[in-house]
């Protein structure tokens, strides 16, 4: 009787480990985050590579199999020193799946790739490559900069498009006056107004922070490596 009683003593507290060890890991996985980014020159561009994990929950991966988009948001924020906040920005990136050539695709600012498979497609945007960040000729080589990056990602869904585009409309207007500095402190206004708040959605990750580093102790990466 003794022996049956710790038998299922370590029966229970095995399945309450499995249990715990598994609500850890779906926890874990429903949070995207930045886990590597990795900084280099390219085609006269500060660029970076952006290692990720966490941005294919159930919800994402049934919106894209269904046929419908879902919208990754990359933000970043680059400091300078004592000068605070000198560049902010963010790169869209929207992921497909036509159900009729069973194709799945990534697209983004002015470029579409296709993948046979969502593990491709997955493996593809959790380890983007080549992100550009800023022409070199806008920083200073001897400064000390550092960069935060945070990852937002979502089904498109209408009422979320129709509020992103009423933002956009109010803020920036296609003005023939309206200069490019004033579109950037719109886009800011943007980013600040959806993104800076301190309860951190599940949608999104913690803000990554680089260390801190300068123009000139950056590598060359070869101008004909692509993505």
Known sequence: MVMNAQLKIIFFGGLLLCFGAHSVRAEDEMRPAIV???I?????KLSCDVTSKGLFSEKIIGTVQSGLPAVIELFYQMM??????????????SLGYDVWDDVYSIS?????EHFTTLDAMRLAIENLRNVPIVPMNEIAAELEYSISMSL??????GSDKRKIEGWVSDNMRSDQDKTRREQVLNLNDLINHFFTREDIPANRSEWFETLIFTPAELRMRPREEKN
Do not use: C, F, K, M
């Open 152 to 157: 937002a990602v979502s089904p498109l869904q």
């Open 40 to 44: 280099y020159i390219n085609s006269e």
């Open 108 to 112: 983004a600012e002015d470029s579409v």
């Open 80 to 93: 300078a020193g004592s000068e605070g906040t000198v560049l902010r920005g963010v790169h869209s990136y």
């Open 36 to 38: 590597r980014v990795e």
